[in-house]
Structures are given as C-alpha cells and as structure tokens.
C-alpha cells in the first residue's frame, strides 16, 4: 500500500505539502495541487484515517445511543442520523444501552473515549449530570427523551398531547374502560404519554382506575399476562391505548383475539397491512435523528453559535381499523 511519502516522492514535493492537498488547503498552488493529485490517483493512495484521527484528536464519526436498536422507532433514529452524516463523509458509531439504567454510563464512557464530533442519545437513566464535562467538548443531542440536571440539547415528539388524542378517539367511540399498556423500557416517554391519557379520561368526566394500567407489557408473555389480568375484571375494559410500538407489535395477538379496540402510539412496518390494520399515533422518528444529527454537526461546526435547545416534534393521528373506525 502507497504511504503518503510515495506520493510526495513521485510528485516532487514534501509529505507534508501532500497533506495539505489532501485537506484541500485552499494555499496550495493549482499546479502542485494537480501534480499530487495525479500521484495518489497512479499510486491508488488511501490516506491513514486512523493516524490522521491521532493527530487531530478528534475521530471523524458521530455516536448513536440508543436503548434497542431492534425496536422499530429507534431503528428509525439510526437511520437518519446515519444519512445525515453519510452526506458530509462521517460515520456513525451505533450502541444499544439496553433498559438497565446503571448500564448506561459505562457504555457512553466508552463510546465518548473515542473523541466523537458529536453524540445522539435515547438515554433509559434519570440522572445526566454526569455528562456535563463531556459537553465541553462533545456536542450531546438527545432524542426521545429530554436530559434531567444536563444544559443540553433535545429532540422530543409531543407525547403528552399524542397520548391524550389517541384516549379521546377511544372514548369517542363510547368505550368508558380503557386500559394503558406500557413497558419497562420506555419510562420518561410512558409518564408523558400517561399524563396525556389521565387528562383525556378527565375531560371527559371518568376517573383513573389504576387497575387499567400495565407496565409489564413489553414482551409477548408479559402482554399476554397483562391483558389476562385485565379481562379478569369486573369492569374490564373494552378499550386499549398502547404507549409504544414495541408494546403493540407484542400485545397484537392478544388484543385481536379478545376483539378489544385499540390504538398504539407510533407506527411500525406492516401495521396497515395487519387484520385489523392498527391505528396509531403517527411518530416520525425519522425526523428526530435527521434533527439530532443536524443539529450536533452544527455544534461541532460552530460551537459558540447560539440555538433553541429544545424541540417538541408535533404528533397526529392515523385512523386506520383496530380503534373501530370502519
């Protein structure tokens, strides 16, 4: 393999001139600038990314930190911070941090050792503070999620007002017994989307039965538990809201079968195509990660520019045949 001083040889310059070129410095003579670029095109020359990432200090990639990379809305996120940063030359550094908070700090030490450009994170821990000597030098944008004790950047869809949509349409339709189906996984975006289906049940007149919520819904046999448990009641409802995609694709089976109504907050592939075809609050997590990733390269870029730290992406309903809409 060419090293850079073959280059500089063959065009008659120095390694370091062959560096500059290679940078595009715009002080480069045109001809000189043509010489070394006619030699690394003959010599096939592949520059050291690895050394030149030593000396800068900095790698050329961009984090992603994520709790599940499986799970469809996260999925999403990767994604697009991934062609966000593929335009501009940059790869991506891709984690799962799983839903044990206690993991999440060793997993982003790790990651952040690597002198990122930039980091985008769906954090599962209540406490950030940690993070704010890497700030310093690490644009930290978080999506999903806002940071708690943390001056940074977020990039949040409006759960609250998505989980209060979703509610109403239920009991629009005259159901007076929903029940809210959440996971483990999910625990700053499940408490806005409860508080959004508590405040749909006062307005219309009903109070909280706290036995219509369950949080163990984030498996197949913890659906099926849950929803076994809430067709056991007395009362039991004949309504479901479903706090994530995860949760839907899992309590799907059980819910169809029961013929409970329901509408899951977020969309998930197939989910038109499924009898009956699921309404949803339409997310675009798509957008939170093009966001995130726009928004950390611009930190890096220009670090003492000044930016509105907090976005809440609005959120809308697709009426579709599993809420009982024809």
Known sequence: MATMQDVADRAGVSAKTVSRVFNDDPHVLPETRERVSEAMRTLNYVPNVLARTFRAGRSSSVGVAVPDVVDPFFAAVVRAVERVCSASGITTLVTSIGDDPAREKPVLE?????????????PVAADHAWLAPWTE???IEFVDRAPIDLDADSFVEDDRHGSYLATRHLLEHGHTRVAFLADQTHPPSSRRRLAGYTEALADAGLPLDERLIAFDAGSDDGAARELERLRRLTDAPTAAFSSNARVTMH????????G??????GDFPMADRLTPSVSVIDQDPARLGR??????????NAPKARYE????????????RSCGCP
Request: hydrophobic share 60%; charged share 15%; aromatic share 8%.
């Open 110 to 122: 790790a990651l952040l050792r690597t002198q990122l450009m930039g980091l985008v994170l769906a």
């Open 291 to 300: 966001l995130a990733a726009t928004r950390a390269l611009e930190r890096f």
């Open 309 to 320: 730290a907090s976005t809440v992406v609005p959120v809308g309903l697709t009426v579709r």
């Open 260 to 265: 409970t109504a329901f509408v899951g907050f």
């Open 137 to 139: 030098h690490t644009p």
């Open 251 to 258: 309590a799907f089976s059980a819910l169809k079968r029961a």
